[in-house]
């Protein structure tokens, strides 16, 4: 018993049984990004990951260039990206599912990524149902301030929180 006479730990601390489940969703969240074909041949490698949050990047490839004549990456793999990204969050997520599909994703397209620079997504799922996750991702280059695209997806999320 602690000087206040209560047993409860402290706001914000997590015991060893909360932290093995963040680590089997975390594990569960890298498994998914190493068995989709996609996410190889887009090189992308998880950066970091935990409690509903996602961080995955991929390097420049001339071999995804949308436009030759400026060597911009084509939409298609920053979108690739971002979708990744957040059915990776899903599934980081303490109340997310074991897997995961996207049901919807918006992707506003604000500028284009800088030619030659690392592509970086970020997502957050910040809100589960029993049967859909919710989420906000944003992908940027060397640029942080100023975003290359923003999204905001649904992903199925059976089994998750009532």
Same mark, same amino acid.
């Given at each position: 018993?602690?000087?206040? %006479?209560?047993?409860?730990?402290?706001? =914000?601390?997590?015991?060893?049984?909360?932290?093995? &489940?963040?680590?089997?969703?975390?594990?569960?969240?890298?498994? +998914?990004?190493?068995? /989709?074909?996609?996410?190889?041949?887009?090189?992308? @490698?998880?950066?970091?990951?935990?409690?509903?949050?996602?961080?995955?990047?991929?390097? $420049?490839?001339?071999?995804?260039?949308?436009?030759?004549?400026? %060597?911009? /990456?084509? *939409? =298609?793999?920053?979108?690739?990206?971002?979708?990744?990204? *957040? *059915?990776?969050?899903?599934?980081?997520?303490?109340?997310?599912?074991?897997? !995961? &599909?996207?049901?919807?994703?918006? /992707?506003? $397209?604000?500028?284009?990524? !800088?030619? %030659?620079?690392?592509?970086?997504?970020?997502?957050?799922? $910040?809100?589960?149902? @029993?049967?859909?996750? +919710?989420?906000? #991702? !944003?992908?940027?280059?060397?640029?942080?301030?100023?975003?290359? &695209?923003? #999204?905001?997806?649904? +992903?199925?999320?059976?089994? *998750?929180?009532?």
């Amino acid at each position: 018993m602690s000087d206040t %006479g209560s047993d409860a730990a402290p706001e =914000g601390a997590r015991d060893a049984t909360e932290d093995m &489940a963040a680590g089997a969703k975390a594990d569960v969240a890298r498994r +998914f990004i190493e068995q /989709i074909p996609h996410a190889h041949a887009l090189s992308m @490698r998880v950066d970091q990951l935990g409690d509903g949050r996602a961080e995955l990047s991929m390097p $420049y490839d001339s071999r995804l260039v949308g436009d030759p004549r400026n %060597g911009v /990456i084509h *939409g =298609g793999a920053v979108s690739a990206l971002l979708d990744t990204c *957040g *059915g990776t969050a899903v599934l980081s997520h303490p109340e997310g599912p074991a897997q !995961t &599909a996207t049901i919807s994703l918006r /992707i506003d $397209y604000m500028r284009a990524a !800088t030619p %030659g620079q690392r592509l970086v997504a970020r997502a957050e799922c $910040y809100h589960v149902t @029993r049967s859909v996750a +919710f989420v906000r #991702a !944003t992908a940027t280059d060397d640029d942080r301030g100023h975003p290359v &695209a923003t #999204a905001t997806g649904t +992903f199925t999320a059976d089994g *998750g929180a009532e």
